[in-house]
């Protein structure tokens, strides 16, 4: 990881702008086409959650932008950045996860089956490694078709990217996911989001 020069960052005014603000967060839906990806997926026996999260992690891992944390007024980027994903447990509760990013699909599969496990046979709520700021916080919700969606809101820094996935419904034969993404304006702005999904869904269709 490395320190951004804040002094010489061409975003310093914005940056101060939006930290200035209680809530500097926005939020945008997208829609993403996931036919390949859920294709793929079934023909290769693996989880579609497994597939479409492993492309959104190539693409978070890829946008410079997202892969920026605000510590102790600070801007640091990480060189890599793992997924957060909630977990669902037997008794439709869940917990929070912290799978381990890997640009190898079959790695990444092996870290989510680990921590799928971990927490399905667990009473905790947090990862053994709760804290760090080095990854995205995500769920899926396959039951909701949702065309907005709303984060909770802490009231402290929160520079940690936050993504839902929606149902994935046919569209004219067309498979289409909603993705919410949910930043933090101080770090990241519309351009930067538009770049991760251009790349989510390149992809998703590889």
């Known amino acids: ?20 603000l209680t809530d500097p967060s926005f939020a945008v839906t997208i829609p993403f086409d996931v036919t390949q ?13 497994a597939k479409y999260l492993h492309d959104c992690m190539l ?3 890829t946008t410079e932008n997202l892969k920026y944390r605000i510590e102790n007024n600070k801007v640091i980027a990480y060189d890599v950045i793992h ?25 990444f599969i092996k870290n989510l089956e680990s921590e799928k496990h971990r927490v399905q046979n667990s009473t905790n709520l947090y990862p053994p490694r709760e804290g760090i700021l080095n ?8 039951w909701l078709n949702f065309t907005g969606h709303k984060e909770p809101f802490s009231g402290t820094v929160d520079s940690v990217p936050k993504l839902a996935f929606g149902k994935a419904s046919r569209v004219n034969n067309i498979l289409m996911m909603n993705v ?3 930043v933090n304006h101080a770090l990241v702005d519309g351009y930067h989001v ?12 590889a």
Request: proline fraction near 2%; include cysteine; charge should be neutral.
């Open 59 to 61: 693409a978070i891992n």
């Open 1 to 20: 990881m490395r320190e951004i020069d804040l002094n010489t960052w061409n975003r310093k005014q914005h940056y101060d702008h939006f930290c200035s």
């Open 135 to 142: 990854c995205i916080y995500c769920s899926a919700m396959p």
């Open 83 to 107: 997924a957060s994903p909630t977990i669902m447990k037997a008794d439709n509760t869940y917990g929070f996860s912290m799978v381990d990013f890997d640009t190898d699909l079959n790695i």
């Open 37 to 49: 990806a859920y294709k793929k997926a079934k023909d290769s026996n693996i989880s579609f959650f």
């Open 180 to 182: 919410s993404l949910n």
């Open 194 to 205: 538009s770049l991760f999904a251009k790349k989510f869904q390149d992809y998703l269709n």
